[in-house]
């Protein structure tokens, strides 16, 4: 009676059953890292939640490539503990349409998906991992085939995208309303030595920067934190030279609320027909707008959209 007191004890808290039920996805394991960014509570929190299920027998902890994984104990799955993991697969399969696991799911296929990116698994027949193969490496790779231009990076966050565009373009022009953000952006330009990159202090819907001053205006992920996504791609189409383009990156019109409080987003992306309205309204021309990346299962669509401004 004891011991099934202390189980029914540790499984009376939710983040618990949340790791446990994460855990039982088809990805097989999961690190501390990948669960903290599911679960959106500190990593701390995580690890003590995973050492007391871990004590308790109903995960197990392995090691592979520097990290420690965690998936659910063969003890649980094969009816110890006196078969609770049939009953917690009902409760499991009962709330798959409440908000709270819809959320934990969107943000698992999103670690999954990075997870996919780092070690692409390639292969026909039988599944095999190709070092060495990444899109990073890639885009790195394409942008060499582009003519040296000026490049704003517009809502650049820490600037990651902005650092990766110095390796091709002959200027970058980092923009956030964030000096905290701007801060952490200058630090890792300076980490990777990189000189080519200015930053400055502004916001997509009102840019510090003169018109026709570059070449390409980046929006990536910015135009759904964006109050007036509209009004932000003209701000990007007027600081364009002619014959410039505006570069889009965001996501397609979704249902995943949690969006909102967890990263700050105002619009649950956009409609196909919207981007194309926003760049169209812009006064660009050869718009086109089609799929970047979508993975089966995964509510985020990532749409790419780009428009040219006009001579003369």
């Known amino acids: 009676m004891k011991r099934a007191g202390e189980l029914y004890r540790l499984?009376?808290?939710?983040?618990?059953?949340?790791?446990?039920?994460?855990l039982a996805g088809k990805h097989g394991r999961l690190n501390v890292t990948e669960l903290t960014s599911v679960l959106g509570i500190a990593?701390?929190?995580?690890?003590?939640?995973?050492?007391?299920?871990?004590?308790?027998?109903?995960?197990?902890?392995?090691?592979g490539g520097g990290f420690a994984f965690y998936r659910l104990s063969p003890a649980l799955l094969d009816g110890g503990f006196g078969g609770v993991w049939p009953a917690l697969q009902t409760q499991f399969a009962a709330a798959a349409e409440t908000s709270a696991v819809r959320g934990d799911e969107a943000r698992l296929q999103e670690v999954i998906r990075l997870r996919k990116e780092n070690f692409e698994v390639h292969g026909t027949d039988r599944a095999q991992f190709v070092p060495g193969r990444s899109w990073a490496a890639w885009s790195r790779a394409l942008g060499l085939l582009l003519p040296a231009v000026d490049v704003a990076d517009i809502a650049c966050g820490e600037g990651y995208l902005s650092v990766e565009s110095a390796q091709w373009a002959t200027r970058v022009v980092g923009v956030d309303r964030s000096a905290d953000v701007l801060k952490r952006a200058k630090a890792l330009a300076e980490r990777r030595g990189v000189k080519n990159i200015s930053w400055k202090r502004g916001n997509m819907e009102s840019l510090p920067l003169e018109s026709a001053s570059v070449d390409v205006a980046l929006l990536s992920q910015a135009l759904h934190h964006a109050p007036d996504p509209a009004l932000a791609v003209k701000e990007a189409a007027r600081v364009l030279r002619p014959g410039g383009r505006v570069l889009v990156l965001d996501l397609r019109e979704h249902d995943q609320e949690w969006v909102r409080d967890r990263v700050g987003d105002r619009w649950l992306g956009f409609k196909d027909d919207d981007l194309e309205?926003?760049?169209?309204?812009?006064?660009?021309?050869?718009?086109?707008?089609?799929?970047?990346?979508?993975?089966?299962?995964?509510?985020?669509?990532?749409?790419?959209?780009?428009?040219?401004?006009?001579?003369?």
């Open 277 to 312: 309205r926003f760049l169209a309204g812009a006064g660009l021309t050869d718009v086109q707008v089609r799929v970047g990346s979508r993975l089966p299962g995964d509510p985020f669509t990532v749409l790419i959209a780009a428009g040219t401004k006009q001579s003369g």
């Open 43 to 63: 990593q701390s929190g995580v690890s003590r939640h995973l050492r007391l299920l871990k004590e308790a027998g109903l995960v197990v902890e392995e090691r």
């Open 11 to 22: 499984l009376g808290d939710e983040v618990r059953l949340r790791v446990l039920r994460v």
